[in-house]
Nanobody, 123 residues
Framework: QVQLVESGGGSVQAGGSLRLSCTAS????????VAWLRQPPGKEREGVAS???????FYADSVKGRFTVPRNDAEATLYLQMDSLNPEDTAQYYC?????????????????WGQGTRVTVSS
């Protein structure tokens, strides 16, 4: 079973940047779609960015132009580079993977989840 471990969360002021890391227990990117999702306080979990095993990266409209998902295959790590952060980005961020993902930003399409990492953006 694949395991995912997130790190890099923290507190930052609006306009700042953070980089989250998702390290997998093995090289999964040939077989899994891997995504970043988040759950803001009091809200439903939502997709942020998804990197399919083939095809283009898909971003939620709310993060386009601010977030990217670079990958380091040698370290089996997917990053979430977050720039121009605003308070609406405050959430618990999760890395998730799935082999049969159809809807790239839909949480229920993902079957493997990390424990999450907290991001707080203050105004």
């Amino acid at each position: 079973q694949v395991q995912l471990v997130e790190s890099g969360g923290g507190s930052v002021q609006a306009g700042g940047s953070l980089r989250l890391s998702c390290t997998a227990s093995r090289d999964i990117y040939k077989y899994y779609t891997v995504a970043w999702l988040r759950q803001p306080p009091g809200k439903e979990r939502e997709g942020v960015a998804s990197r399919p095993k083939s095809g283009s990266i898909f971003y939620a409209d709310s993060v386009k132009g601010r977030f990217t998902v670079p990958r380091n295959d040698a370290e089996a790590t997917l990053y979430l580079q977050m720039d121009s952060l605003n308070p609406e980005d405050t959430a618990q961020y999760y890395c998730a993977a799935g082999t049969r993902v159809i809807r790239l930003l839909t949480p229920t399409d993902y079957t493997v989840w990390g424990q999450g990492t907290r991001v707080t953006v203050s105004s």
